[in-house]
């Protein structure tokens, strides 16, 4: 599986940015795909993920009513829509695939993209 995320960029806090993640491959062996963020000097970070088949989502607690992921089946292109963004969510955003149900924990996911950097300037 090969993943290509894009879409990041320097924004202005409350603005928005859209991030796409488009898959190639073998899909077939991905149950599940993840956003995980990571700012300087800081631990990599779970942000959202998202089924293929019925599009159950989970995020964690700093992005909900804010950030919205979402999949295009069809495209094997996932999305993260990121609303009302703060200086704090500037980071290097990855999407990462997993066989798996979704979760927060990176050691679930065993294919990522090379990373998006967002700057959200104050």
């Known amino acids: 599986v090969q993943l290509q995320a894009s879409g990041g960029g320097l924004v202005q806090a409350g603005g928005s940015l859209r991030l796409s993640c488009a898959t190639s491959g073998r899909t077939f062996n991905s149950y599940a795909m993840g956003w995980f963020r990571q700012a300087p000097g800081k631990e990599r970070e779970f942000v959202a993920a998202i089924r293929w088949h019925g599009g159950s989502t989970v995020y964690t607690n700093s992005v909900k009513g804010r950030f919205t992921i979402s999949r295009d089946n069809a495209k094997n292109t996932v999305y993260l829509q990121m609303n009302s963004l703060k200086p704090e969510d500037t980071a290097v955003y990855y999407c990462?695939?997993?066989?798996?149900?979704?979760?927060?924990?990176?050691?679930?996911?065993?294919?990522w993209g090379q990373g998006t950097l967002v700057t959200v300037s104050s």
């Open positions: 990462a695939s997993s066989p798996y149900s979704g979760t927060h924990d990176p050691r679930q996911y065993n294919y």
